[in-house]
């Protein structure tokens, strides 16, 4: 389980993971509500999470202004 600080004016959160640094290896795994500021998962690309293996989450916070939705630059990326 994965859990970070609520973003202010925040609308809600997108949570991307990857085994990799590589940016481009990065995939989203949840798109969340604002009051939502944890993830847990036994999963990732259909394959259960390996516990000799490392993993790397990072969390983006969106905001919705009308039709638009703006996005935070990414977190710090952490691994476990």
Not at 4 to 12: C, I, P, Q, R
Not at 15 to 39: N, R
Not at 45 to 70: D, M, W
């Amino acid at each position: 389980s994965f859990s970070w600080k609520a973003v202010s004016g925040a609308t809600g959160y997108d949570v991307y993971i990857s085994t990799s640094t590589t940016a481009s290896s990065f995939k989203k795994v949840a798109s969340l509500g604002k009051d939502k500021t944890s993830y847990s998962t036994s999963t990732f690309k259909g394959a259960q999470i390996s516990k000799s293996r490392t993993y790397y989450l990072y969390v983006v916070a969106k905001k919705k202004v009308g039709s638009k939705t703006y996005k935070s630059a990414p977190s710090t990326i952490y691994h476990f």
